[in-house]
């Protein structure tokens, strides 16, 4: 079971390089490490398993975070909770050498501030983003895939993506005017 003490820390090199592009048939190691990371996800949503845990809450992870420098991002995205029978619902995306091949022109940010599972402070400013994006990339089989995202899950994917080229959010942020041009994007 990962744990939040074995995601890097932003001031780990590590997280600056470029990930390797995932070859196939994919290695034994390398799809229980994205398991691991997709269950991380789903009890890091879950606020009994994440203090039961103590998982700090995320959407997303790249394999760098975890020290592997490969192209592969996990999300999941709870989309529903059952009050009744207390079910969570979630959609989850294993995106091996995920590319944005397209993305709209319309910009977003997070109004709370975007976040990262090793970035453990809060940091202030905006990361402007595509409100949509088209990803294309393979399955765990090998198979191409092509996702259409929006909003939260847009964000999610170009800050996945951004990990494996060596950039985290606090990058996109401008140093000097941490609120720069905001009033030309949507806040969500």
Same mark, same amino acid.
Request: charged residues 35%; negative net charge; aromatic residues 8%.
């Given at each position: 079971?990962?744990?939040?003490?074995?995601?890097?820390?932003?001031?780990?090199?590590? /997280?600056?390089? $470029?990930?390797?592009?995932?070859?196939?048939?994919?290695?034994?190691?390398?799809?229980?490490?994205?398991?691991?990371?997709?269950?991380?996800?789903?009890?890091?949503?879950?606020?009994?398993?994440?203090?039961?845990?103590?998982?700090?809450?995320?959407?997303?992870?790249?394999?760098?975070?975890?020290?592997?420098?490969?192209?592969?991002?996990?999300?999941?995205?709870?989309?529903?909770?059952?009050?009744?029978?207390?079910?969570?619902?979630?959609?989850?995306?294993?995106?091996?050498?995920?590319?944005?091949?397209?993305?709209?022109?319309?910009?977003?940010?997070?109004?709370?501030?975007?976040?990262? /599972?090793?970035?453990?402070?809060?940091?202030?400013?905006?990361?402007?983003?595509?409100?949509?994006?088209?990803?294309?990339?393979?399955?765990?089989?090998?198979?191409?895939?092509?996702?259409?995202?929006?909003?939260? /899950?847009?964000?999610?994917?170009?800050?996945?993506?951004?990990?494996?080229?060596?950039?985290?959010? $606090?990058?996109? $942020?401008?140093?000097?005017?941490?609120?720069?041009?905001?009033?030309?994007?949507?806040? $969500?």
């Amino acid at each position: 079971m990962l744990r939040t003490k074995d995601i890097l820390d932003e001031k780990d090199k590590r /997280l600056r390089q $470029i990930s390797e592009e995932v070859t196939f048939p994919l290695t034994k190691e390398d799809k229980a490490q994205m398991k691991r990371m997709v269950a991380y996800l789903r009890d890091s949503q879950i606020e009994e398993k994440a203090e039961k845990y103590d998982l700090r809450p995320g959407m997303g992870m790249a394999a760098i975070q975890l020290g592997i420098p490969k192209r592969y991002i996990t999300i999941v995205n709870e989309i529903d909770f059952d009050e009744e029978t207390g079910k969570h619902t979630f959609e989850t995306y294993i995106v091996m050498n995920p590319k944005i091949i397209s993305h709209s022109e319309e910009m977003i940010y997070v109004e709370l501030g975007e976040g990262c /599972l090793s970035v453990n402070r809060e940091v202030e400013g905006i990361v402007p983003r595509y409100a949509r994006c088209t990803v294309e990339g393979y399955d765990m089989d090998g198979h191409k895939i092509r996702i259409r995202a929006r909003e939260e /899950l847009s964000i999610a994917f170009q800050h996945e993506i951004d990990h494996l080229n060596g950039i985290l959010f $606090i990058d996109r $942020i401008d140093q000097k005017n941490p609120f720069k041009n905001q009033e030309k994007y949507r806040a $969500i």
